[in-house]
T-cell receptor
């Protein structure tokens, strides 16, 4: 069945290292979201794309985070350099313009030591 | 600014009914969503309200009052598998698939 996939599922890294997270949206979905979830802040939007074009990345710390969609089947979120405060679960979600539902991937649990 | 408030935790008994409230103050409004999230898993869509009133879907119902900035999720005939976090979210901007602003979630524990 159609699902959003994310890799890796878990990542432990040291402060200062680069982290790359990948997301494969559901085939045919033209809208992709990156959210971050922490206990303190809950789920927060980092960035979103429609038809591979970034529409809003105001939730991302621009100096260290970058998000791209190299093609319609792949979205990436990079952190360079990573910091302990980036420790969180990062969710990718996809959907279709004109429809309400966003389908979430299983998330990448990131721990920065 | 934007603010979405819901209780942090609730406990209810198997077979009972529970109501989870959500109040919101956002700069725009174009729909209210409820998501369910089991521990360690992804959020899954439960319901959507854009007009005032009650939407029913099986054991789950969701209510919206736009004038009061208020919604609730009603779960009937509670089952142990309903133990999860329930997230209230508002779509602020244009209709269609645009970003959601989430509350911090209500952790529901269903006990025997």
């Amino acid at each position: 069945d159609a699902r959003v996939t994310q890799t890796p599922r878990h990542k432990v890294t040291e402060m200062g290292q680069e982290v790359t997270m990948r997301c494969q949206p559901i085939l045919g979905h033209n809208t992709v979201f990156w959210y971050r979830q922490t206990m303190m802040q809950g789920l927060e939007l980092l960035a979103y794309f429609r038809n591979r074009a970034p529409l809003d990345d105001s939730g991302m710390p621009k100096d260290r985070f970058s998000a791209e969609m190299p093609d319609a089947t792949l979205a990436t979120l990079k952190i360079q350099p990573s910091e302990p405060r980036d420790s969180a679960v990062y969710f990718c979600a996809s959907g279709l313009r004109g429809f309400n539902e966003q389908f979430f991937g299983p998330g990448t649990r990131l721990t920065v030591l | 600014g934007q603010n979405i408030d819901q209780p942090t935790e609730m406990t209810a008994t198997e077979g009972a009914i529970v109501q989870i409230n959500c109040t919101y103050q956002t700069s725009g409004f174009n729909g209210l969503f409820w998501y369910q999230q089991h521990a360690g898993e992804a959020p899954t869509f439960l319901s959507y309200n854009v007009l005032d009133g009650l939407e029913e879907k099986g054991r789950f119902s969701s209510f919206l009052s736009r004038s009061k900035g208020y919604s609730y999720l009603l779960l009937k005939e509670l089952q142990m598998k309903d133990s999860a976090s329930y997230l209230c979210a508002v779509r602020q901007n244009s209709p269609g698939n645009t970003p959601l602003v989430f509350g911090k979630g209500t952790r529901l524990s269903v006990i025997a």
